[in-house]
């Protein structure tokens, strides 16, 4: 049973530039929801998606924004990148009954130059 | 305004030790507490969590005490080994939404 994907591991990107991050979510869950860490921090929730909406934002700006296929998968875009958007940007994903059961991936490293 | 807040920040032990790591919120309206693990390179990992008409809940090695009257919870490791080195999340979330805040975590050094 494949848990949580998300591709790439890695990124580097140069400060204005824009980025766009993929997710899978574990089999069996239809709700994907996108966090940011950053270094030394706890995960920061962005927003979270469910039949293809947005479901629930967290305080990040519209430079932030993100998609969810009909096969609830799921992309997270950045535009205008900042350096303080290095971080690890981390997707989970849960069934829409039991959103509290949250799996993360591991994760992809986004650093700005 | 940290609405959890979790403490310390790192703590090493000796193997067979108990590690303890302690929560506290603020918002009355949380009620679903869970523990999440994060390794190196990983994301983390849901591993254990509790509700607040329990005062404790126990699984393996890993127990959540938690004192609603007091707004605080904490995780116990009993029989801590070196495989259990890794950083510590503690995160509280309320019926509807659940989506957690989190504590800044704890990183947790088991000696051998």
């Known amino acids: 049973d494949a848990g949580v994907t998300q591709s790439p591991t890695h990124l580097i990107k140069t400060r204005g530039q824009q980025v766009t991050l993929r997710c899978s979510p574990k089999?069996?869950?239809?709700?994907v929801s996108w966090y940011q860490q950053a270094l030394g921090q706890g995960p920061q929730f962005i927003f979270q998606y469910y039949e293809e909406e947005e479901r629930q934002r967290g305080n990040f700006p519209d430079r932030f924004s993100g998609h969810q296929f009909p096969n609830y998968s799921s992309e997270l875009n950045v535009n205008a990148l900042l350096l303080g958007d290095s971080a690890l940007y981390l997707c989970?994903?849960?069934?829409?009954?039991?959103?509290?059961?949250?799996?993360f991936g591991p994760g992809t490293r986004l650093t700005v130059t | 305004q940290q609405q959890v807040k979790q403490s310390p920040q790192s703590l090493i032990v000796q193997k067979g030790g108990i590690s303890i790591i302690n929560c506290a919120y603020e918002n009355t309206a949380f009620d679903y507490f869970p523990w999440y693990q994060q390794f190196p390179g990983k994301g983390p990992a849901l591993l254990i969590a509790?509700?607040?008409?329990?005062s404790e809940k126990k699984e393996g090695r890993f127990t959540i005490s938690f004192n609603k009257s007091a707004k605080q919870f904490s995780l116990h490791i009993m029989d801590s080994q070196p495989g259990d080195s890794a950083t510590y999340f503690c995160?509280?979330?309320?019926?509807?939404?659940?989506?957690?805040?989190f504590g800044r975590g704890t990183s947790l050094i088991v000696h051998p």
């Open positions: 989970a994903s849960s069934s829409f009954d039991r959103t509290y059961e949250q799996y």
């Open positions: 089999s069996g869950h239809d709700t």
């Open positions: 509790i509700r607040p008409d329990v």
């Open positions: 995160a509280a979330s309320s019926g509807g939404s659940y989506i957690p805040t």
